[in-house]
């Protein structure tokens, strides 16, 4: 069974609903993942958006949360995640926070890529890695790969 990652709030390539993002309550959404690859020893998520400015002309991938080391017995995160699995690391972002930052695109329709990685390890602790230097870090020791878009656009 391969890995699998889903939230009750929302369906694959569907729109993420307004309270997840800065339009609503910011918060993050409930996430659950299952089929996790025998070894495993943490998971990472990490939640980017790749049409960042605008999805006619996209420059960047905006980072809107980094986590690692999850503990291998956790298969879910609550909306909000008020309080991260003991042991849960995380980067930063690209508002330079360590937090959720929910999407709140400038212009157009745009996708939020949820990413969780299985790793057969632990990270070191990176005190709080960007998305490039977390990527480095992890080469070589992913076990499973999940991922759910969701899409959010601005009504003004």
Known sequence: MPLTLTSPAFTHNHPIPALYTCDGKDRSPPLTWSGIPPNTHSFVLMIDDPDAPDPKAPKLTWVHWLLYNIPSTIDHLDAGCQKLPPGTQTGLNNWNRGQYGGPCPPIGKHRYFHKLYALDIVLP????????????????????????????????
């Open 125 to 156: 602790n990176l005190h709080h890695p960007t998305q490039a230097q977390l990527l480095k870090t992890m080469h070589g020791h992913v076990l499973g790969y999940a991922e759910l878009i969701g899409t959010y656009q601005r009504h003004e």
